[in-house]
């Protein structure tokens, strides 16, 4: 028998999609449907609702969100294909062209340059509030998307051909596609008995702002240790698109521009009890044990906004679909921080869904309809499970206390170092400039239209 509240059709709200998570991957996957239905006739009638259950207008808070986003290139194509990225622009984007990664365990160490792939930055660390923010924008002025929030998500019903969604409201919701993109606790994988695969990675990510002596650089600055590795990223306080140039770091000068490079975005990762000692320390206290973890790389760390921690699993479902069901994002993987993919993985999964979706109806087929939500799955799961298998290697890697391991991983960094075409291999596919892309991720020249 139906939990649902007796309703009449007519009464109903009906939808040919509902994305059930309004965050950036959700947004975004909602923003690339409206973009494509703005150039198909096939699509103009599309109706997409985005269910969200928090408040989605809060005031604007003060200060920098302490979570933050490593954007890469081609992430930052897709966003620019939705008219996203001039509005984040706007508010506050921080370009990076180096990352320099180190071993506090010996002499290893590793430099990336963006000049060295022919680019001007290697990506762009943005606050993740500013990239919900401008992709809520874009959705609003699209007239195939509604907004649904704040609106609970209670009850999921399989009625076949459509999915059936109760709302705390008492308001029933009826779509031909369900897509989760609600995180890594995600309501949907769970109330469909989605298979999930966790894996605990036994360490706590601390993340909060600083503000550091010396110039960051406009460089990612990470150091592994044998409990996890620290990253800081940098961040341009000015609220201004801050344009890499002028005197280049380490020339003896200083100007303007360099003395508004000292924030960076902490993230920490340790073991959950260190996390939890570091966590009750005093900020002066926390400030200085930083600055020794970090060797002094920055100088003095000079001050401190409010600290988070969350622990770091591994999660990935077996199937990325169900009938006339979908997971995107979190709600389908998570994967460790260290190298800055979670967000980029996420906005992936979005373009090829959002592909996907749009061959469908343009060859008059439900957005729903299992063939394509197969080619979907088959496309992303690979690229995902790749970049999980690598960022579990390092954890493991980089936590080793045998000696021989320590020291083999030092002289492996330094070789790699000094090979360019490897480490530029490396580079070019972590910032989306090769493999399989979606249209909406490649250069406007490789695509000409978004579909």
């Not at 494509?36 to 989605?56: D, F, I, M």
């Not at 303007?256 to 340790?270: A, M």
């Not at 970090?294 to 100088?299: P, V």
């Amino acid at each position: 028998m139906s939990l649902f509240y007796e309703q009449d059709t007519k009464d109903a709200l009906n939808f040919d999609i509902v994305i059930v998570g309004g965050g950036m991957v959700g947004a975004c996957l909602a923003a690339l449907l409206g973009e494509a239905a703005k150039t198909s006739s096939k699509l103009a009638a599309l109706k997409v609702g985005v269910l969200e259950n928090s408040v989605l207008d809060a005031p604007w808070q003060a200060g920098f969100d302490p979570r933050v986003s490593a954007i890469t290139v081609a992430s930052q194509r897709v966003l620019e294909n939705v008219g996203a990225w001039p509005l984040m622009v706007s508010h506050r984007v921080s370009p990076f062209r180096k990352m320099d990664v180190w071993d506090a365990e010996g002499t290893g160490s590793i430099q990336f340059y963006a000049e060295d792939l022919g680019e001007t930055r290697l990506g762009h660390i943005v606050e993740n509030r500013v990239i919900q923010k401008a992709l809520l924008e874009c959705c609003r002025h699209y007239p195939q998307i509604e907004i649904l929030s704040p609106e609970q998500l209670v009850k999921i019903e399989k009625t076949t051909p459509d999915v059936s969604l109760l709302l705390g409201s008492h308001r029933t919701v009826r779509t031909k596609l369900l897509v989760g993109a609600d995180g890594a606790n995600s309501f949907v994988r769970d109330q469909l008995r989605f298979s999930l695969q966790v894996s605990d990675y036994h360490q706590s990510a601390i993340v909060t702002t600083i503000k550091t002596e010396k110039s960051h650089e406009a460089t990612a600055w990470q150091r592994f240790t044998p409990t996890g590795p620290i990253a800081f990223l940098p961040l341009s306080d000015d609220g201004r698109y801050d344009q890499i140039g002028g005197d280049q770091p380490g020339d003896g000068k200083t100007n303007e521009k360099d003395n508004r490079q000292h924030y960076c975005s902490l993230v920490w990762s340790t073991s959950p009890a260190e996390s939890r000692d570091l966590l009750a320390l005093t900020d002066e206290a926390f400030s200085q044990k930083l600055t020794q973890a970090f060797e002094g790389r920055l100088g003095q760390v000079e001050w401190c906004d409010k600290r988070f921690s969350y622990p770091l699993k591994q999660r990935h479902v077996s199937n990325y679909i169900q009938d006339n069901v979908a997971l995107i994002g979190d709600a389908a993987h998570t994967i460790h921080p260290l190298a800055g993919q979670g967000v980029n993985l996420g906005f992936m999964d979005a373009a090829v869904l959002a592909e996907e979706i749009c061959q469908a109806m343009e060859a008059g087929l439900s957005p729903g309809i299992h063939g394509f939500l197969r080619r979907f799955e088959r496309r992303r799961k690979g690229p995902n499970l790749a970049m999980m298998t690598a960022m579990g290697g390092f954890k493991q890697l980089f936590s080793a206390e045998d000696l021989s391991i320590r020291m083999l991983r030092n002289t492996g960094m330094s070789l790699m170092n000094q090979a360019s075409p490897i480490k530029n291999h490396i580079m070019a596919q972590a910032m989306g400039l090769s493999g399989d892309l979606p249209l909406s991720a490649k250069p406007k020249l490789e695509s000409d239209l978004l579909y």
